[in-house]
């Protein structure tokens, strides 16, 4: 079964780090972008950030809102990608969301899609 | 960064209804467009990416259409299990913009 599960949620105070997990299943992990959501209670989605597979260079990209304070890593030797934060806020109070994220081609362009979801994991920035 | 906006922001109709979500960016997209349905404590499913392609296991009632700015999502006939939120997403530059989301109830 393809498959990916978040884990590290939990309560932490404000200016702390955390750090999520997202450990992936049922394909193969190295082969895929991996994207970070977010979100806010009784709020829409955010998107946070995503890491492109080693083929397309593994690079990362980010929303304006984590640049700075949140790293996104992957080991495709045990399929799981991690989401780093750093100097959380109150504002970083949200499910997080790990997706699967396989790219296509138009012309010479690329888009991505997200097409397995995990059930997310909460983070609680309170002091 | 790219604004997505959808209209609706929420919507009511009944079982059978033919029910169209508009969302509209900043700038154009080409065909670079998702849709997904969420539904309360649950993850967001992929109805729809490329502005039209339907992804597998998705229900043919379900489409999508448009290209550049204007994006559509048409529900053909609702069924009890539609009632749900539906975001639109562009992939076609970083940040991966979502639009707000708009919520469909029963009337």
């Known amino acids: 079964e393809v498959q990916v599960v978040e884990s590290g949620g939990g309560l932490v105070q404000p200016g702390r780090s955390l750090r999520l997990s997202c450990t992936s299943s049922?394909?193969?992990?190295?082969?895929?972008?991996m994207s970070w959501v977010r979100q806010a209670p009784g709020k829409g989605l955010e998107w946070v950030g995503f890491i492109r597979s080693k083929p397309h260079g593994g690079t990362t990209e980010y929303a304006a809102s984590v640049t700075g304070r949140f790293t996104i890593l992957r080991d495709d030797s045990k399929s799981i990608v991690y989401l780093h934060m750093n100097s959380l806020k109150t504002d970083d109070t949200a499910v997080y969301y790990c997706s699967r994220a396989p790219r296509y081609s138009i012309g010479w362009l690329g888009g991505y899609f997200m097409d397995v979801w995990g059930k997310g994991t909460t983070v609680t920035v309170s002091s | 960064d790219i604004q997505m906006t959808q209209s609706p922001s929420s919507l009511s109709a009944s079982v059978g209804d033919r029910v169209t979500i508009t969302c509209r960016a900043s700038?154009?997209?080409?065909?670079?467009l998702n849709w997904y349905q969420q539904k309360p404590g649950k993850p967001p499913n992929l109805l729809i990416y490329s502005a039209s392609s339907l992804q597998s296991g998705v229900p043919s009632r379900f489409s999508g259409s448009g290209s550049g700015t204007d994006f559509t999502l048409t529900i053909s006939s609702l069924q009890i299990e539609d009632f749900a939120t539906y975001y639109c997403?562009?992939?076609?530059?970083?940040?991966?913009?979502f639009g707000q989301g708009t919520k469909l109830e029963i009337k």
């Open positions: 049922g394909f193969t992990f190295g082969d895929y972008a």
């Open positions: 997403q562009q992939t076609y530059t970083t940040p991966y913009t």
């Open positions: 700038q154009s997209l080409r065909t670079f």
